[in-house]
């Protein structure tokens, strides 16, 4: 199939490598075309705006930074809504507030595409792997049809309402695992002292009832962490975290809605990214916290 990607950060490139493992014939456009380079000695194709690839292709997925991001990819000159989108079903799985989603799905609606909102969870592994866990808004038949292709690029799908749901429930599943790190690296401040290796202490703390699943699966990437070694790739940057966290603390505003610990850990990333943490991963955030408030 001709599938299309609006996007090729990191998360996006991850995504074109598991299309063109699954045989299809990808076409992809990024902000910076650079970052397409890698992508194209696979076999993915390039086009020279998000128009061009939603012509010359079935499905096209985007995959954006934010909600301004995704203004610019599909309202600006050569963007999506300047294509023919009849017939044309666009799986849309950026990050962002609901509301972003449902006015995006109208305009496209209106143009006689078709149109979900799928933001996926997991990182850059488990999305070169075809085990994202998807997240679905639209209709039946919308989501019908884009299917086979969520099948491959995610170990389950859950399609929870109309458009704008799984941006919802998106905000939802990601917030409990971005305070964590906070959390986290507090409660590794207590045991800091005890005479531990890092990976004693983590095989410990992933094996208890307060440890999510991310835990165990990231815990040797963040012993290295402990140990003072740089994760050389950042699945998920401190910088995305708290882009993520502001949405949050939008969407949760807007309905009348409190949340002083989203809030709490939003202002101590702030002052973790302001000392130049911000392009690296999450997991990182521990080590600072415990190196930067030791006494």
């Known amino acids: 199939m001709k599938i299309g990607l609006i996007g090729a950060g990191r998360m996006g490139g991850a995504i074109v490598q598991r299309l063109l493992a699954c045989g299809h ?16 000695e696979l076999g993915a194709k390039t086009a020279p705006s998000p ?23 599909y309202r600006a000159a050569g963007g999506v809504l300047e294509a ?28 006689g595409g078709g149109v979900i909102d799928c933001p996926v969870g997991g990182t850059v592994g488990p999305a070169r792997d075809g085990k994202l866990f998807g997240l679905v808004g639209g209709s039946d038949e919308h989501v019908a049809k884009a299917k086979p292709i969520l099948d491959q690029l995610c170990r389950r799908v859950e399609h929870v309402g109309p458009n704008g749901s799984g ?26 002292k005890l005479d531990i290796s890092p990976e004693r202490l983590i095989d410990i703390l992933s094996d208890t009832s307060g440890a999510p699943n991310m835990l165990k699966a990231r815990a040797p990437a963040i012993v290295a962490s402990l140990k003072g070694q740089v994760s050389p790739n950042a699945a998920f940057t401190l910088d995305n ?12 505003k807007s309905m009348g ?8 850990t939003l202002k101590e990333f702030d002052k973790t990214s302001a000392a130049g943490l911000g392009e690296a991963d999450g997991l990182e955030v521990p080590a600072w916290f415990i190196k930067t408030h030791s006494k």
């Open 51 to 73: 128009s061009a690839v939603v012509a010359a292709c079935e499905i096209t997925i985007s995959i954006l930074t934010d909600g301004a991001a995704i203004d610019s990819a």
């Open 84 to 111: 023919d989108l009849s017939g044309k079903l666009l799986i849309e799985m950026s990050t962002v507030r609901p509301s972003t989603s449902i006015a995006l799905a109208k305009d496209i609606l209106a143009k």
């Open 25 to 40: 014939e990808v076409t992809i456009w990024n902000r910076s075309m650079a970052k397409t380079e890698p992508l194209v």
């Open 257 to 264: 809605w409190d949340i002083p610990v989203t809030i709490a």
């Open 241 to 252: 975290i708290r882009k993520d966290l502001r949405t949050m603390i939008e969407e949760a």
């Open 167 to 192: 941006a919802t429930l998106k905000l939802s599943v990601n917030l409990p695992l971005l305070v964590f790190w906070q959390s986290f690296s507090e409660a590794l401040s207590i045991s800091s």
